[in-house]
């Protein structure tokens, strides 16, 4: 039985993972770092709240934009499924939408925060990106509060706040969750950490990587097994399904200058990587592609693709999972042409033929290595 009744100590409401048609028996929509995150505040800082700021970053399905709602907060997310389930969520509870304010990684509010509640993310790279980036909209009497699973807040995460933000301090563990109380230091002024970048050889290209983007420090194993195993293309329409920066659709690009290339993701600073890694290597093929952030192909109105080309990720947030792997199956049957090939790559140990045969009729494996399998299958 799924569990969608959050209390909370402003109250409760019902909440749902996002997509809707994925849910999951033993994951809900929120967790012990939130309820600790809100108890905090309702018991130390409830008549701050009031006509304040207050921006809410990584809540991952709107479980602190609820509770909070009536403060009409902002909300930060580099992920699309992000705030469309936080959005869902308010509407759930008959909570006016427009009350929040929403944005992506790639930008920032527009008037100073007076309390900034963060939820750690793994990324310690992006979390310094975020750091940095909301900085200087704090001010010496900004409340700066952060949370996370004890094992998450490791001394590294203190120095990435001591470095952008001042000195901090944690507290006492919860539910296997701790808190970490920063106080802001007004002349510190920390570098932003720089965007990543690495050479292709084959094809030849140079790609950059935003903070949050997944292998942003290397061509990841995965890829480099794929790129040795793309099908030919001609002119045809392409979808680099879950695109990251990018990488397997500017390769399409460098050997089919003619194709069209769709690059689809959930997160904003991918989707914007693979923009970049596009105008960067081929300046004069831009108005051919399409960048798309959004969840897998849902809502699909593009012209029908000849190809996809997908490395299924087998996690949301910190939770594993094969739902997302299942919606990019089924999405890619339904974007496909007639005739047109999906074909993916995973570890060997995940059930992907499986899922290909049941939402395909079959598949054949293109390569194999000792970790990874490239299957390939056809829409009839």
């Avoid at 949370?147 to 944690?170: L, R, W």
């Avoid at 992907?352 to 299958?377: A, M, P, W």
């Amino acid at each position: 039985m799924i569990n969608t009744h959050f209390i909370h100590a402003f109250g409760e409401h019902s909440l749902y993972r996002f997509p809707l048609e994925q849910q999951m028996p033993n994951l809900q929509a929120w967790d012990a770092v939130d309820e600790y995150l809100l108890a905090h505040l309702y018991e130390h800082a409830i008549e701050r709240l009031p006509n304040q700021h207050i921006v809410l970053a990584n809540d991952d399905f709107g479980a602190l934009s609820c509770a909070l709602h009536e403060y009409s907060p902002t909300h930060i997310s580099d992920s699309w499924v992000a705030q469309a389930g936080c959005r869902h969520n308010l509407q759930k509870n008959a909570l006016d939408s427009d009350a929040v304010t929403f944005i992506d990684s790639l930008s920032v509010p527009d008037q100073p925060i007076d309390i900034l509640v963060i939820k750690i993310p793994k990324n310690l790279s992006y979390l310094a990106y975020q750091l940095a980036q909301l900085k200087p909209l704090l001010h010496a009497d900004t409340l700066v509060l952060a949370g996370a699973k004890v094992p998450q807040m490791t001394q590294n995460v203190q120095k990435i706040f001591s470095q952008y933000i001042g000195e901090n301090k944690t507290s006492l563990a919860k539910k296997k969750s701790r808190l970490l109380f920063s106080q802001v230091a007004p002349d510190l002024v920390g570098r932003a950490p720089q965007n990543t970048a690495w050479d292709v050889k084959n094809p030849s290209l140079h790609i950059s990587n935003l903070p949050n983007v997944f292998s942003r420090l290397n061509l990841d194993i995965g890829a480099r097994f794929m790129l040795n195993n793309l099908p030919f293309v001609d002119d045809g329409h392409v979808i680099d399904l879950g695109c990251g920066n990018g990488v397997l659709g500017c390769a399409v690009l460098a050997k089919a200058p003619q194709a069209k290339v769709t690059f689809v993701d959930e997160s904003y600073m991918a989707v914007a990587s693979a923009k970049a890694n596009v105008t960067a290597n081929f300046p004069e093929l831009v108005d051919q592609c399409t960048f798309w952030v959004n969840n897998c192909l849902a809502n699909y109105t593009l012209p029908p693709a000849d190809l996809i080309l997908c490395n299924p990720p087998f996690h949301q947030q910190q939770a594993i999972t094969d739902h997302i792997a299942k919606q990019m199956f089924k999405d890619s049957h339904f974007a496909l042409r007639h005739g047109g090939e999906l074909r993916i790559i995973g570890n060997r140990h995940l059930p992907y033929g499986e899922l290909l045969k049941k939402r395909f009729g079959g598949f054949k494996v293109v390569d194999t290595n000792k970790k990874f399998s490239i299957l390939s299958t056809i829409k009839h």
